[in-house]
Protein backbone atom coordinates (compact mmCIF):
# COMPACT_ATOMS: atom_id res chain seq x y z
CA UNK A 1 0.00 0.00 0.00
CA UNK A 2 1.20 3.83 -0.63
CA UNK A 3 2.18 5.49 2.63
CA UNK A 4 0.26 8.87 4.08
CA UNK A 5 1.48 12.03 1.45
CA UNK A 6 1.62 15.13 2.37
CA UNK A 7 1.39 18.12 -0.18
CA UNK A 8 3.52 20.42 -0.88
CA UNK A 9 6.38 18.99 1.40
CA UNK A 10 8.34 22.52 1.34
CA UNK A 11 6.34 25.88 1.65
CA UNK A 12 7.21 29.93 2.73
CA UNK A 13 4.43 32.46 3.15
CA UNK A 14 4.78 36.06 4.87
CA UNK A 15 2.63 37.04 7.71
CA UNK A 16 -0.86 37.65 7.28
CA UNK A 17 -1.46 35.40 4.19
CA UNK A 18 -3.02 32.20 4.54
CA UNK A 19 -2.12 28.95 3.47
CA UNK A 20 -3.89 25.02 2.60
CA UNK A 21 -2.05 21.99 3.15
CA UNK A 22 -3.22 18.93 1.73
CA UNK A 23 -3.22 14.69 3.05
CA UNK A 24 -3.87 11.83 2.07
CA UNK A 25 -4.25 9.28 4.13
CA UNK A 26 -3.27 5.35 3.37
CA UNK A 27 -5.88 3.64 1.45
CA UNK A 28 -8.83 2.09 3.79
CA UNK A 29 -7.99 4.89 6.74
CA UNK A 30 -10.64 6.63 8.05
CA UNK A 31 -9.27 8.50 10.19
CA UNK A 32 -6.51 11.57 9.78
CA UNK A 33 -4.84 13.42 12.33
CA UNK A 34 -2.74 16.89 11.97
CA UNK A 35 0.19 17.92 14.45
CA UNK A 36 2.19 21.03 14.55
CA UNK A 37 5.79 20.08 15.28
CA UNK A 38 8.29 22.85 16.39
CA UNK A 39 11.36 22.87 18.50
CA UNK A 40 10.06 25.14 21.66
CA UNK A 41 6.59 23.28 21.48
CA UNK A 42 7.47 20.03 20.36
CA UNK A 43 4.73 17.49 18.87
CA UNK A 44 1.31 19.08 19.21
CA UNK A 45 -1.73 17.71 18.39
CA UNK A 46 -4.62 20.12 16.17
CA UNK A 47 -7.38 17.83 15.33
CA UNK A 48 -8.13 14.71 14.11
CA UNK A 49 -11.02 13.81 11.59
CA UNK A 50 -13.08 10.76 10.89
CA UNK A 51 -15.75 9.75 8.27
CA UNK A 52 -15.41 13.87 7.45
CA UNK A 53 -16.46 14.98 10.84
CA UNK A 54 -13.45 16.38 13.42
CA UNK A 55 -13.47 14.40 16.18
CA UNK A 56 -11.34 15.55 18.30
CA UNK A 57 -9.31 18.63 18.74
CA UNK A 58 -6.50 20.30 20.45
CA UNK A 59 -5.83 23.69 21.53
CA UNK A 60 -5.19 25.95 18.64
CA UNK A 61 -6.75 29.33 17.71
CA UNK A 62 -9.46 29.46 15.10
CA UNK A 63 -6.97 30.48 12.78
CA UNK A 64 -6.23 26.51 12.42
CA UNK A 65 -8.91 24.72 10.33
CA UNK A 66 -9.49 21.89 8.67
CA UNK A 67 -12.15 19.51 6.68
CA UNK A 68 -11.53 15.91 5.07
CA UNK A 69 -13.21 14.47 2.10
CA UNK A 70 -15.58 11.73 1.40
CA UNK A 71 -12.35 9.36 0.11
CA UNK A 72 -10.34 10.41 3.23
CA UNK A 73 -8.31 12.95 2.33
CA UNK A 74 -7.93 15.90 4.05
CA UNK A 75 -7.06 19.40 4.56
CA UNK A 76 -6.02 21.86 6.71
CA UNK A 77 -6.01 25.67 6.55
CA UNK A 78 -3.85 28.20 8.40
CA UNK A 79 -5.27 31.65 8.17
CA UNK A 80 -3.49 34.96 8.85
CA UNK A 81 0.05 33.70 9.28
CA UNK A 82 2.22 34.21 11.72
CA UNK A 83 5.76 34.31 12.46
CA UNK A 84 5.20 31.31 15.48
CA UNK A 85 3.12 29.42 12.80
CA UNK A 86 6.43 28.51 10.85
CA UNK A 87 6.84 24.26 11.79
CA UNK A 88 6.65 21.50 10.34
CA UNK A 89 2.78 20.47 10.05
CA UNK A 90 2.22 16.31 10.00
CA UNK A 91 -0.63 14.50 9.07
CA UNK A 92 -0.77 10.80 10.36
CA UNK A 93 -3.90 7.93 9.03
CA UNK A 94 -5.33 5.04 10.95
CA UNK A 95 -8.62 3.19 10.44
CA UNK A 96 -10.07 4.46 13.26
CA UNK A 97 -8.03 6.23 15.54
CA UNK A 98 -6.54 6.28 18.48
CA UNK A 99 -4.39 3.18 17.54
CA UNK A 100 -1.35 2.61 15.28
CA UNK A 101 -0.76 6.10 13.19
CA UNK A 102 1.26 6.48 10.15
CA UNK A 103 2.80 9.35 9.41
CA UNK A 104 3.37 11.38 6.38
CA UNK A 105 6.62 13.15 5.41
CA UNK A 106 5.32 16.68 7.03
CA UNK A 107 4.74 20.21 5.40
CA UNK A 108 7.41 22.28 6.70
CA UNK A 109 5.81 25.61 6.98
CA UNK A 110 7.96 28.58 6.71
CA UNK A 111 6.71 32.27 7.66
CA UNK A 112 8.66 35.26 6.73
CA UNK B 1 4.73 18.71 32.63
CA UNK B 2 3.23 16.92 30.01
CA UNK B 3 1.39 13.78 29.92
CA UNK B 4 4.04 11.71 28.32
CA UNK B 5 7.34 13.19 28.79
CA UNK B 6 10.78 11.20 27.79
CA UNK B 7 13.81 10.48 29.68
CA UNK B 8 16.64 11.18 29.12
CA UNK B 9 16.40 14.29 26.80
CA UNK B 10 19.57 13.20 25.12
CA UNK B 11 21.73 9.61 24.56
CA UNK B 12 24.90 8.80 23.62
CA UNK B 13 26.39 5.74 23.25
CA UNK B 14 28.37 3.62 21.15
CA UNK B 15 27.89 1.16 17.80
CA UNK B 16 26.69 -2.15 19.50
CA UNK B 17 25.60 -1.20 23.00
CA UNK B 18 22.23 -0.96 24.35
CA UNK B 19 20.25 2.00 24.52
CA UNK B 20 17.24 2.77 27.25
CA UNK B 21 14.80 4.86 26.62
CA UNK B 22 12.00 5.95 29.42
CA UNK B 23 8.51 7.36 29.45
CA UNK B 24 6.42 8.93 31.86
CA UNK B 25 2.85 9.79 31.86
CA UNK B 26 -0.24 11.18 34.46
CA UNK B 27 -3.27 10.05 33.43
CA UNK B 28 -4.55 6.18 32.47
CA UNK B 29 -4.18 4.82 29.15
CA UNK B 30 -5.59 2.53 26.70
CA UNK B 31 -2.38 2.13 24.91
CA UNK B 32 0.95 3.77 24.77
CA UNK B 33 2.94 3.59 21.54
CA UNK B 34 6.87 4.33 20.55
CA UNK B 35 7.69 6.17 17.36
CA UNK B 36 11.09 7.33 15.60
CA UNK B 37 11.69 10.25 14.11
CA UNK B 38 14.89 11.04 11.42
CA UNK B 39 15.72 14.96 11.67
CA UNK B 40 12.88 16.71 10.27
CA UNK B 41 11.14 13.69 9.14
CA UNK B 42 8.15 12.03 9.11
CA UNK B 43 7.78 9.82 12.19
CA UNK B 44 7.86 6.13 11.98
CA UNK B 45 6.02 3.78 14.30
CA UNK B 46 7.73 1.26 16.16
CA UNK B 47 5.43 -0.55 18.76
CA UNK B 48 2.27 -0.49 20.18
CA UNK B 49 1.82 -1.83 23.31
CA UNK B 50 -1.90 -1.83 25.17
CA UNK B 51 -2.30 -1.00 28.88
CA UNK B 52 -3.01 -5.16 29.54
CA UNK B 53 0.69 -6.05 27.82
CA UNK B 54 3.75 -5.76 29.93
CA UNK B 55 6.00 -6.36 27.69
CA UNK B 56 6.42 -6.68 23.81
CA UNK B 57 9.15 -7.34 21.18
CA UNK B 58 9.91 -6.44 17.81
CA UNK B 59 13.47 -7.23 16.68
CA UNK B 60 15.72 -5.45 18.16
CA UNK B 61 13.55 -3.37 20.17
CA UNK B 62 11.85 -4.26 23.95
CA UNK B 63 9.20 -2.13 25.17
CA UNK B 64 7.68 -2.63 29.04
CA UNK B 65 4.97 -0.81 30.32
CA UNK B 66 4.03 -0.72 33.81
CA UNK B 67 0.49 0.71 34.64
CA UNK B 68 1.10 0.49 38.13
CA UNK B 69 4.15 3.41 37.69
CA UNK B 70 2.70 4.79 34.93
CA UNK B 71 5.77 4.27 32.78
CA UNK B 72 6.89 2.42 29.68
CA UNK B 73 10.85 1.35 28.32
CA UNK B 74 12.41 1.46 25.01
CA UNK B 75 15.04 -0.45 24.80
CA UNK B 76 17.38 -0.75 21.68
CA UNK B 77 19.92 -3.78 21.46
CA UNK B 78 23.01 -3.66 19.74
CA UNK B 79 22.16 0.12 18.58
CA UNK B 80 23.89 1.07 15.26
CA UNK B 81 24.57 4.07 13.89
CA UNK B 82 21.30 3.87 11.27
CA UNK B 83 19.53 4.15 15.02
CA UNK B 84 20.52 7.55 15.27
CA UNK B 85 17.12 10.00 15.56
CA UNK B 86 14.33 11.04 17.88
CA UNK B 87 12.31 8.32 19.57
CA UNK B 88 8.57 9.71 21.03
CA UNK B 89 5.88 8.40 23.40
CA UNK B 90 2.79 8.70 22.74
CA UNK B 91 -0.42 7.99 24.80
CA UNK B 92 -3.82 8.10 24.57
CA UNK B 93 -5.31 9.57 27.77
CA UNK B 94 -9.00 9.12 27.86
CA UNK B 95 -8.83 6.50 24.43
CA UNK B 96 -8.84 9.94 23.04
CA UNK B 97 -5.83 11.38 20.18
CA UNK B 98 -2.63 10.89 21.28
CA UNK B 99 -0.30 12.75 23.39
CA UNK B 100 3.69 12.76 22.64
CA UNK B 101 6.31 13.67 24.87
CA UNK B 102 9.00 16.08 24.21
CA UNK B 103 11.33 13.01 22.68
CA UNK B 104 14.36 11.49 23.48
CA UNK B 105 17.43 12.36 20.74
CA UNK B 106 19.72 9.70 20.70
CA UNK B 107 23.14 9.61 18.78
CA UNK B 108 24.81 6.24 18.06
CA UNK B 109 28.76 6.93 17.46
CA UNK B 110 30.31 4.60 15.37
Known amino acids: KAGVTQTPRYLIKTRGQQVTLSCSPI?????VSWYQQTPGQGLQFLFE???????NKGNFPGRFSGRQFSNSRSEMNVSTLELGDSALYLC???????????FGPGTRLTVL | SQQGEEDPQALSIQEGENATMNCSYK?????LQWYRQNSGRGLVHLIL?????REKHSGRLRVTLDTSKKSSSLLITASRAADTASYFC??????????FGPGTRLSVLP
Open chain 1, 27 to 31: SGHRS
Open chain 2, 49 to 53: IRSNE
Open chain 1, 92 to 102: ASSYGGPDTQY
Open chain 2, 27 to 31: TSINN
Open chain 1, 49 to 55: YFSETQR
Open chain 2, 90 to 99: ATDPGGQNFV
